[in-house]
């Protein structure tokens, strides 16, 4: 597949537009996909999304404040609940129904907010992914955070489909010898809704890192598992287990342990939201690990950021034109085939609805 | 009335360019209504207004210098008098008669320089606001500024003719009790060029500094009278007499007296200057009283410029979206359908020229 | 001739992409004529320019390093060689034969690093200028530079063909009485594939930078001489010969010469690389010399950066807009008549080669 760089949006899915944590503080404004959205919590402390933009004249309401009622304008103070109903004019007592402004779908889950930017009736709460380890804080301490990046959404699943940058852009911080990995076995597919590989590297011995935070005393399986969830999630478990413990067979024994949840929510046709979370699953009883592993990886992600940035740059002169695919794209690739086609159908649905 | 936030610009109109003072020194460059444009003083210290665009290789003329003949290009030396005729070419004796450069009617009145931006032919003095307090310096000494804000220029009128805004954007500075002032009686209507409303609050107790400037004693009849004159300005009036006096009949009886001018000059479709007068009609024996009411007013003006500016690139990304009218729009309702007839008056006329 | 501003851009032509010096030190990366360029000495120290664009996933070069095989993309690890040709794709070793990116014909001589931004097969080397004082640094010492500058690069050979603008953009350096230079002797004339003025003043009084540069003691036949050459460069050389030795008959005797190569690559339509090499030829003895010549012709090059980014500023906002010319417009009229002949022809060519 020698074919293009960018993706154009998914509208019939849900998207991650915050943490629970960013709306403990009054609201928060983002845009996804060219429309500006603010999340609030409602008097009920359900977390709501309105369109960013006040019906009267256009005042964007992160601009005013959260009040008992909803949210309320900061120019004519107009107060609007949940589901975007004006419930005040200040100084009227007759509200005109027209009065409201656009309301998003929103499920508050696992800690995160995900949104839904298609039609509202089609809103399916079961196509949520189910990251149970966010349930689990025992078991799977995580910190999370959120960087921008101004870069086509896919840009990101292609980054995280295709481990051989590591060596590159990763070179001073966890890249290593680009060369070392090439004996790791690797496998690509499909899935329903997105893509996966694995990566293992048998009888090797331990990182420095793995080897201090649970003890290995001799060589271990290593593996690498990401699975791309379409519109914009990857889910990364990475691990290893002592040899001769049958690890591919059953890979949730006790070892080294650690999960990545990635989401690249596109802000517009040339930017994201890049929302990460790490879960720690080798030194849970240790919240300063939790600490050392965010420390750790946040860097890269800054790496990812800068490399992503300059090759959107230069995508962006020419976005027709063709990419010249090698054998390391093959989980990317098949991330890329699964996009397109959802796209594809989507829009047919789309077509044959407007008939 | 549900319409849309921008206006077009009115050609064939008057607006305020500069304040006499701004010409003081040498030159100035404004761009109106696209139009880049050098304000000078010719060796008759008469104003004038030209092109700000050297004919000859394009540099602007702001990038030269006022000289006795006229203002002199930066690049080659050519100098061009008040009306835009080249009447110096360095090292040439022939001046080719299409050496010139446009220039626009301008009228310097009341410490006002006001600039012609449609055909030359139509420019008539008599459709020049006639603000005399300007005129009187002992009576209404002033203080004046200019803002630049990046908003379509009606939003600034939209803003001096709804008043309950005040208790939102200026709640940390004059805004008040934002529900205080239910009680005021309110009229507004259209004008022949324009719109007004009146606002009265009777027998209120005077503000703090309404007291403390002249000394009432009991309480006041007080008054909001702003008047909108098309395309760009807003002539205000705050006011205060002593209950008992007939203050709704004699508005000019001794009392607290405040005057604001307000122009709104198009820079661009999105940005206007915000030019404005504080006089102060109350402690006019004390220069001190005119510094402070400036040094009052001036935070409000840029909360303005903040809500504008976050309004204004909210209602941008769809331009063609209709606002939802509430009851308090009444007076920015009749200055709207104002500037729509004048401008569709305009039009009319122009097309007509045309065949 | 009343003419518009901006040139388009002449294909098939050579334009000095970088200094020799500028390649001393890994790769440098530069737009030229809207295609970003990276250029790199490959293993045999032969200068290379490549399109800055991976073929893989589109990352530019520049944030990748020079090694010894070629470039290596920053973000897999692909290595390119001096003619674009992939000779490494780390892990696989198969590479497939579209795994190429484009590369520019180039040529290094005399501290240049020509490139060729047309049809490669058409680059005909023999049409380089030929700068020989480049070859002799014991005669002809100098120093180079680069000024970005945001105009069209037209602007700067209509700056450098037209000397009136000293005495007012050069003011406050080496301007001078903008009347004083009245009574020089001027000759413009078109060239074969560019255009060239001189101008002279006889028996006039040595600047006192000549005369302390090389000891005049009386009066001095002074001359400037400019030549610009298609489609980007000017040769100026600047001289002073004591009176009655027939200066204007032999140019090269002995006295006061000054030499400047200057050269406007465009990077886009609106902004061009200002190329400089400023040359000693009255104190090559001293280096100090040298980087005094430097030192005061650089504030003057500021100055030029500074008129021709706001005449462009000024310009396009109406392109198609006429000049009106003035006579000492007569050199860069035959520049402007040449540039647009070439371009003119050029497209003709490519109309007949498309039928």
Redesign the interface.
Known sequence: M?DT?FEPFLRNAWYLGAWSEELSDGHLGRTIM?E?IVFFRGPDGKAAALE??C??????LT??QVVEAGI???????IFNGSGACVD????D?I?P??KVRSYPVVERQEFVWIWMGEAARADESKIIDFQFHDQPDKWPNKKGMIPIKSNYMMMI?NLM?L??L???HAKTIGGN??AH?KAEFDAMPTENGARFDRWMMDAAPPPTYKKAVGFEGNVDRWWDFEYVAPSSVLQWNGAIDVGKNARENQDQPGFHLRLFHSATPETEGSFHYFFSAANGYQQDDPEATEVLFGEIFPTFIEDK??ME??Q???E?DPGRK??????DKALTHARQTIRRLVAEERAEMAQAAE
Chains 1, 2, 3 share one sequence.
């Open positions: 020698n760089a060219n500006p960013d933009r019906c009267h004249r256009g005042a964007p601009h005013g309320e304008c900061g120019y004519h103070g107009l004019i200040p100084g009227h007759n005109p027209q009065t292609d295709d051989t940058h060596g590159y852009v680009p060369r090439a800068e490399i300059v090759q740059a230069r995508l002169l990419l010249v695919a090698i054998p390391s």
